[in-house]
């Protein structure tokens, strides 16, 4: 069975710090897929990354990091020199390739708050 | 841009009602999906419809069916709704020959039921 496990239930940090949002998964899948998505207070989910099991190179998106480790089972998502709009939930996913259609396993989400 | 829409953002009904939750979605995708998200359990897959008239079980269908009879419409419904049915639903598509950011969220129905 899949499974998203995100530890951390909630991060407060001080606008301009570091963080980073940890995320493990378990699968049997040779071929997965894992998604990070935010969850701004309007509700709706944002599409923020998606990674394929055979591309570990980290990336990179302005303030936003991605640290995918296939021997760790790892999927961490930094943000560098926070501000106050990335206060949200954010959610780990795994996509489930089998079946009649792709599911997404969710983690249980971290809540980021970021003062000033 | 692309669209999932749920036709309430809140609701509040009374224990044994019939409840639907509508969800359109103007994009053509074959796959549509419905979660419930609670706190410290993040989202749970209630069920989901790969074609019209199709549907599968997903981790947590006791209490609730669906419907698809068209393709952009993918209505749950509770048909006695318990108290323990409160909680934040989200319907979400996906376009199959698209790439995998094709899983469109709408913006969730928060429903009460009392």
């Known amino acids: 069975a899949q499974k998203v496990t995100q530890a951390q239930t909630e991060i407060s940090v001080v606008e301009k710090e570091d963080v980073t949002l940890d995320c493990v998964y378990e699968?049997?899948?040779?071929?997965?897929?894992l998604f990070w998505y935010k969850q701004p207070p309007s509700g709706e989910l944002v599409f923020l990354i998606r990674?394929?099991?055979?591309?570990?190179q980290n990336e990179i998106s302005g303030r936003y990091s991605w640290n995918f480790q296939k021997s760790t089972s790892s999927f961490n998502f930094t943000i560098t020199a926070s501000q106050v709009v990335d206060s949200a939930v954010y959610f780990c996913?795994?996509?489930?390739?089998?079946?009649?259609?792709?599911?997404?396993?969710f983690g249980t989400g971290t809540r980021l708050q970021v003062t000033l | 841009d692309v669209k999932v829409t749920q036709s309430s953002r809140y609701l509040v009904k009374r224990t044994g009602e019939k409840v639907f939750l509508e969800c359109v979605q103007d994009?053509?995708?074959?796959?549509m999906f419905w979660y419930r998200q609670d706190p410290g359990l993040g989202l749970r897959l209630i069920y989901f419809?790969?074609?019209?008239?199709?549907?599968e079980k997903g981790d947590i269908p006791e209490g609730y069916s669906v419907s698809r009879e068209k393709k952009e419409r993918f209505s749950l419904i509770l048909e006695s709704a318990s108290t323990n049915q409160t909680s934040m639903y989200l319907c979400?598509?996906?376009?199959?020959?698209?790439?995998?950011?094709?899983?469109?969220f709408g913006s969730g129905t928060r429903l009460t039921v009392v």
């Open positions: 996913a795994l996509r489930d390739i089998t079946g009649t259609a792709s599911k997404l396993t």
């Open positions: 990674r394929n099991s055979f591309d570990e």
């Open positions: 994009m053509d995708h074959e796959n």
């Open positions: 979400a598509s996906r376009d199959t020959g698209g790439s995998d950011y094709g899983y469109t």
């Open positions: 419809s790969y074609d019209v008239k199709m549907k």
């Open positions: 699968t049997r899948d040779t071929t997965y897929y």
